[in-house]
């Protein structure tokens, strides 16, 4: 069994930066991809971006591109969300997620989340 843990949340003023950080543990981890998502109160759970284990080729939603940053280190079993120039509207439970397979869309891991308050 696959365990995600998330870290790196807290409080951070508009315009500041923090690192979140996801780590892999239990059995031979070989992931397909990784993922970060969100969500903010009383909204849908929000795709935020994604790397290829294997590469580590990237993807962005609109919303946080050149913001942004996600890098991992398999050496570690670890992904990260470097973000930057944070906004009120970026507060959310950030969740880091887990794909198996190249098939299908569904993500087969998920993290506790970790939370991230922006202020203005």
């Known amino acids: 069994q696959v365990q995600l843990v998330e870290s790196g949340g807290g409080l951070v003023q508009a315009g500041g930066s923090l690192r979140l950080s996801c780590a892999a543990s239990?059995?031979?981890?070989?992931?397909?991809?990784m993922a970060w998502f969100r969500q903010a109160p009383g909204k849908e759970r929000e795709f935020v971006g994604r790397?290829?284990?294997?590469?580590?080729?990237?993807y962005y939603a609109d919303s946080v591109k050149g913001r942004f940053t996600i890098s991992r280190d398999t050496a570690k079993n670890t992904v990260y969300l470097q973000m930057n120039s944070l906004e009120p509207e970026d507060t959310a439970v950030y969740y880091c997620?887990?794909?198996?397979?190249?098939?299908?869309?569904?993500?087969?891991?998920w993290g506790q989340g970790t939370q991230v308050t922006v202020s203005s």
């Open positions: 790397i290829a284990w294997t590469g580590g080729n990237t």
């Open positions: 239990g059995r031979t981890f070989r992931p397909y991809r």
């Open positions: 997620a887990a794909k198996t397979s190249a098939f299908g869309t569904n993500y087969d891991y």
